[in-house]
């Protein structure tokens, strides 16, 4: 253990000495840069263009480069990157992850390694975790990147794909993560080219990476429709029947949150449904109804997992960040057991037409880098999964906060009397206190005491995160109390009023651990940026959520064997920290498995994607007669179905061939049995084979023009495509939910989901050929029509897509664009979302 430690340590020293060097050759050109006139320095990103052009690498411009936008940066932004601000920049350059921590100016950093990097004219995406955070971005260091000659785009949720496809033209992009990630699967369902938005994925830099790539990385994006049901009566039964039941009719693990009926209540199903048996093989669906109304009721919190807002609707709540969480919804049949428990309109289960994990998109870009205060404690995650070391910066000046030990008291009524008295008596003296909280309730709890108390404060939580980032800069003025809901205000600095340095700074409250450290960290942070004074304290409780699961049984003895007041026991102790830190790494670890899992079986999906996005893509820019391909589709079928027909009895075998070329290949009184029976297989394919080619020809022999004839082997290609693979995704989900039993019989899980995941797609590919094949021989093209094949193939080309959701494997939620009905379909071809990719199954 010593050696390992060592050899981290050693790695980190080994790394920092190398940025040293880089930072040193950058301030070896500070002088000649604040020589330069202000058109004499505009004029070196030309220069340094040309020079990439001309075969020199980034790398070796880096010097220069940063030193450029550090001197750009003093003249525009009156800012000049700190050494420590230079040596991030080369971590971030190098694909990597620089720790720095809150107030080190991490968005100063970024136009660094930005700049060096736009210089090669294939575009650098900045990824925010919000739009606020993005567009603030943009505008501020675009005035920097505009002034340099290079072009800044924002890519945000409303704009229309014009729009969107300027911002990904420009040498730098803002966007949110989400936002990236949508335009990437959209791009993937458009019928045509100039419908697409983005470039290929060169350079992405992600900001508060943890959040994006960790803590986001267990909840999928899904472009989903609504799919007609006719569920919402079991699920609004299976909700009265729940609240029907007593204590003793369920019970619940605290530790895994999981909950399941006991035999009074399974006696209370079979008369409130009227069954001889709940568990028959046919009442499964109705099992499925009743264990989301049972997790609905007993295990979803109202203000801590989810809100209902003033319309009526259930937003998920972050447990990271404590925001809602817009157009995410609990999967599997939850959301909607959760609306039949708050007794608002249920809305219609989804069909998923197009869905990715983060971890596969962003492993994507050709490089990826991040920034982030806290990130040391996911390191093997980022090197494991996104292959990005995480490199710890000093700060520009050390730290002067004090991190006290934690507070243990009996009840949460007593944590929160201590939290109120010492935010009071601080309050008092004029320190301004920053109190964190994980729940929306607790927010709302702490506030109503406080008011009690007489000490005015701000609110800042999910309910109205809208100005978040305005009161958490006046979080440090003097007296200001601030409550926020974890990590709400994130990216913006709390900088210190008049007089506070003297008052200690500004106090940083915890009123419980998180069960990730690294949000504890975060949370601290905010406090003693830039080397100022501050303070961090946490309060928990053992009736705190992860004192209750993972805290020591020890230790509440020691307490009820004292038998103290409970205000007047408290125990504070450095042991305490450490003992919930080890809970904190428990969690924590148990998370990573279940992203890690999430990704071995997105991991079989992302192989068969990026197979079905390439071939659809050189589908769609395609600008040449498609004949051979639906030629060699149309061969690989015959041959199909004659091999699968010959292992029967030769009589039979004939029938069925005959059938199938009736069915499939020629008008019905085209063949007869007579015309194979002396044939062998082999010769029998080749016949068909000529006869089918006779059809096809005929049947593009009936269109206008060769422009006619490419839009409709596209639209035909691309309509068989779209439906299988949505079909095929659905089909994957399925199994994903039931290969997890097949463990019980010593079956590896992955292992049986990658080989039958394999087989499957083998399957859709045959059917996608065979149904390209059927279509394109039965296609029936009327004169009339020939006129207005293109714009009619545009029509058709945006076929039926019916799948059923797909969450992530061990989690509730899923990040989904949703489509209804009369809205215009994702895909962008125009249409109504009912009249393209919504369309019935004929």
């Known amino acids: 253990m010593a050696n390992l430690l060592r050899s981290i340590i050693e790695n980190d020293k080994g790394e920092l000495r190398k940025l040293e060097k880089i930072a040193d050759k950058v301030e070896s050109y500070a002088d000649a840069m604040a020589a330069l006139t202000d058109e004499e320095l505009q004029a070196k990103t030309p220069e340094l263009k040309r020079r990439y052009q001309n075969g020199e690498s980034l790398d070796a411009l880096l010097p220069e480069a940063f030193a450029v936008v550090r001197e750009g940066s003093k003249r525009v932004l009156g800012l000049y990157p700190y050494r420590v601000q230079i040596m991030g920049g ?133 472009i ?144 990826l880098a991040g920034m982030t205060g806290t990130a040391k404690t996911e390191e093997e995650e980022f090197r494991e999964v996104y292959n990005m070391r995480i490199i710890p910066i000093p700060t520009n000046r050390p730290i002067a906060r004090i991190d006290h030990s934690d507070l243990l008291y009996p009840t949460m009524k007593s944590k929160f009397r201590a939290v109120i008295q010492d935010v009071k008596s601080r309050y008092q003296k004029g320190q301004p206190v920053l109190v964190g909280t994980v729940a929306v309730e607790t927010s709302d709890l702490i506030s109503k005491m406080l008011v009690e108390a007489g000490v005015p404060h701000e609110v800042l939580n999910a309910k109205n995160h809208a100005k978040e980032a305005q009161i958490i800069m006046n979080a440090g003025q003097r007296g200001a109390v601030t409550i926020a809901t974890n990590m709400a205000g994130r990216g913006t ?34 406090s003693g940026r830039q080397g100022d004074p501050g303070e961090s304290q946490f309060y928990l409780s053992f009736e705190d959520d992860l004192m209750r699961r993972f805290g020591s049984d020890r230790i509440k003895a020691v307490f009820e064997k004292m038998k103290l007041d409970e205000d007047e026991t408290v125990i504070e102790s450095r042991m305490l920290t450490n003992q919930v830190e080890g809970a904190q790494k428990r969690v924590e670890g148990n998370n990573y498995d279940t992203r890690k899992q999430v990704l071995q079986y997105d991991d079989v999906m992302r192989e068969q994607r990026e197979i079905v996005y390439r071939d659809r893509y050189d589908v769609i820019t395609a600008d040449r007669d498609l004949g051979p391909e639906i030629k060699g589709m149309i061969k690989r079928t015959i041959d199909r179905a004659v091999d699968q027909h010959s292992r029967l009895d030769r009589k039979e075998a004939l029938e069925s061939i005959v059938t ?183």
């Open 90 to 222: 080369a971590v971030l350059h190098n694909g990597d992850v620089p720790e720095m921590r809150t107030g080190e100016g991490k968005t100063l950093t970024a136009t660094m390694p930005v700049y060096l990097n736009a210089l090669a004219g294939e575009g650098v995406h900045v990824v925010t975790v919000n739009e606020y955070l993005a567009t603030r971005d943009a505008t501020e260091m675009g005035e920097l990147y505009s002034w340099l000659g290079l072009s800044v785009g924002i890519n945000l949720a409303a704009k229309s794909p014009a729009e969107k496809r300027e911002a990904y033209q420009s040498d730098i992009t803002y966007t949110t993560n989400a936002e990236v990630g949508f335009d990437y699967l959209r791009d993937n369902m458009v019928v045509r080219q100039e419908a697409m938005v983005q470039r290929p994925l060169n350079f992405a830099l992600v900001d508060e990476v943890d959040s994006v790539l960790i803590d986001e990385a267990r909840t999928p994006l899904i």
């Open 224 to 367: 989903s429709g609504a799919q007609s049901s006719e569920t919402s009566k079991l699920y609004d039964l299976a909700d009265h029947y729940v609240k029907s039941l007593t204590e003793d009719d369920y019970v619940i693990d605290v530790p895994s949150k999981t909950i399941g009926l006991t035999d009074s209540g399974i006696d209370k199903a079979e008369d409130f449904f009227k069954l001889e048996n709940l568990y028959n093989v046919e009442n499964v669906a109705l099992t499925h109804f009743i264990d989301n109304a049972l997790r609905a009721n007993y295990i979803m919190t109202l203000d801590i997992d989810y809100v209902v807002t003033d319309k009526q609707e259930i937003l998920i709540v972050d447990q990271f960040t404590g925001r809602t969480m817009e157009g995410r919804r609990f999967s599997d049949g939850l959301h909607q057991a959760i609306e039949a428990k708050e007794n608002v309109p249920i809305q219609d289960e989804t069909k998923t037409s197009a869905t990715i994990t983060y971890q596969n998109f962003f492993r994507m870009y050709k490089k």
């Open 493 to 526: 600095d709390i900088k210190l009023g008049e007089g506070v340095r003297e008052l200690g700074g500004l106090c940083v409250i915890g009123t419980e651990r998180h069960e990730s450290r690294r949000i504890d960290n975060q949370l601290r942070g905010r």
């Open 660 to 842: 199938f070329a009736h069915t499939t290949l020629l008008p019905e009184d085209a063949i007869s049995l007579s015309d194979i029976e002396g044939k062998k297989f082999p010769a029998i394919k080749d016949y068909l084979y000529e006869r089918a080619l006779e059809v096809y020809d005929a049947q593009i022999a009936k269109l206008p023009n060769e422009e006619a004839v490419t839009e409709f082997q596209k639209v035909l290609i691309l309509m068989v495509v779209d439906n299988k693979w949505t079909d095929h995704i659905d089909a994957l989900d399925q199994l994903r939910s039931s290969v997890g039993l097949r463990g019980y019989a010593q079956n590896n899980p992955i292992v049986e989901y990658q080989s039958e995941g394999f087989q499957m797609f083998q399957d859709m590919i045959g059917s996608i050929e065979y149904d390209v094949t059927r279509t394109m021989m039965k296609a029936q093209i009327h004169e009339q029509e020939r006129q207005h094949a293109p714009e009619e193939a545009h029509t058709t080309a945006a076929a039926n897509i019916a799948a059923k959701p797909v969450g992530a494997v061990q989690e509730e939620e899923k990040t989904v664009v949703h489509q209804e009905r009369n809205e215009l379909c994702a895909c962008r071809s125009g249409k109504k979302y009912k009249n393209c990719h919504g369309r019935p199954t004929v």
